[in-house]
């Protein structure tokens, strides 16, 4: 199954890129209910993509860190370095 | 409260060089050759060209000392010497994958006293969210995906 093909998924995801949030709180940003929340979060922790804890008596969804946020922590660093060495060369060959 | 949300997972980076706009376009496009990481690369032979080919809808690829090519991406907006923005179509598996699209587009702003901030952003990468799920089938467990980026990390950090 795919699981960032559903639209509302997609939006759950990409609302939880900006941080951890518990299922009412998604439900009140989104024009879906609770239940719908709670059977996306499902497929997505299902898929890998995201994990949750419990704090108190709510539950909490954020992106798995071994999943996407993984693969960004990645690009960020090649890109740091990949940048780092294109000023190398910039630097290297003088302005013209 | 106000939070800041992506609506996309993106990394930005940015760097100051002593160059004009135009040159440093040209380092980082025409040129790419000179700078990209020599462990970066999806074919099969370690020694390589890095290319940009300098137009819209241009390839950019790694041209092997074989004469193989392999596609990165294509060239989406060829703008000099103000932005470039080129897409990377890389799968999790680290092999070219054309479903697999993610932007990286990076602009050249002069700052005067003859310096220029390059602003790259990479966005788009919530695509490998996909692939973290063709990975699961492929490799049956959840650290696969950490292993093949301890894989990246160690080409990296040989380079």
């Not at chain 1, 059977?39 to 704090?55: I, P």
């Not at chain 1, 909490?60 to 960020?76: E, K």
């Not at chain 2, 990076?106 to 602003?119: H, I, L, N, P, Y």
């Not at chain 2, 990468?125 to 063709?134: L, N, S, T, W």
Request: net charge negative; glycine share 10%.
């Amino acid at each position: 199954m795919d699981a960032l093909g559903d639209p509302t998924r997609r939006a759950i995801f990409e609302r939880l890129a900006g941080g951890a949030l518990a299922v009412g709180e998604l439900a009140a940003e989104l024009p879906v209910t609770r239940p719908a929340v709670s059977q996306h979060l499902r497929v997505l922790k299902e898929a890998g993509l995201v994990t949750d804890h419990q704090v108190g008596t709510r539950r909490y969804y954020q992106l798995d860190p071994a999943g996407v946020g993984a693969v960004r922590a990645y690009f960020d660093r090649f890109w740091t370095q990949a940048l780092a060495a294109f000023a190398d060369a910039v630097h290297a060959t003088g302005d013209e | 409260m106000v939070m800041s949300r992506e609506s996309s997972i993106v990394v930005r980076r940015s760097v100051t060089v002593a160059a004009s706009p135009q040159r440093a376009f040209d380092v980082f496009t025409t040129a790419i050759d000179t700078w990209w990481p020599r462990s970066h690369h999806i074919g099969g032979r370690e020694q390589f060209t890095a290319v940009v080919e300098p137009h819209v809808g241009g390839r950019w690829l790694e041209r092997g000392d074989d004469g193989s090519e392999c596609d990165w991406g294509r060239v989406r907006v060829w703008d000099p010497p103000a932005r470039v923005v080129l897409t990377w179509e890389i799968g999790a598996d680290w092999k070219a994958n054309p479903d697999v699209v993610s932007e990286v587009e990076v602009r050249f702003v002069a700052e005067g006293d003859g310096r220029t901030r390059v602003e790259l952003e990479h966005r788009g990468i919530e695509v490998y969210g996909e692939q973290a799920e063709q990975m699961r089938e492929t490799f049956e467990g959840p650290g696969a995906w950490q292993g093949i980026l301890d894989l990246f990390a160690g080409g990296i950090a040989a380079s």
